[in-house]
């Protein structure tokens, strides 16, 4: 079982940068393919980043490659989402994910364990 707690959400203005993060508790947090996604009002979940379990491959959404990083700290058991030169469509519910995977899952059936999501909201 691994839990997950998003945190680091907000209110900013477009341009800006914010830093999510995402603690996981449990075990074998570093064996998990560890996602970001997020929901808009109306709209279904979209995928917007993924960090392999060795933390060696990415892989990103169209819509954020360019100004999202993913990373991820197993020491810490904690991975983290860097959001820069944020658009008023960004704004969104984001989700963490983990998946007992190799791969780089980009689908939420691929992701076993969710946390409770962290608002974010981007001002035009």
């Known amino acids: 079982q691994v839990q997950l707690v998003e945190s680091g959400g907000g209110l900013v203005q477009a341009g800006d940068s914010l830093r999510l993060s995402c603690a996981a508790s449990g075990r074998a947090f570093s064996s998990y393919a560890m996602g970001w996604f997020r929901q808009a009002p109306g709209k279904e979940r979209e995928f917007v980043a993924v960090?392999?379990?060795?933390?060696?491959?990415?892989f990103y959404g169209d819509s954020v490659k360019g100004r999202f990083t993913i990373s991820r700290d197993n020491a810490k058991n904690t991975v983290y989402l860097q959001m820069n030169s944020l658009k008023s469509e960004d704004t969104a519910v984001y989700y963490c994910?983990?998946?007992?995977?190799?791969?780089?899952?980009?689908?939420?059936?691929?992701?076993?364990?969710w946390g409770q999501g962290t608002q974010v909201t981007v001002s035009s």
């Open positions: 960090i392999s379990w060795s933390d060696t491959s990415t």
């Open positions: 994910a983990a998946g007992a995977t190799y791969g780089l899952p980009d689908r939420p059936i691929e992701y076993n364990y």
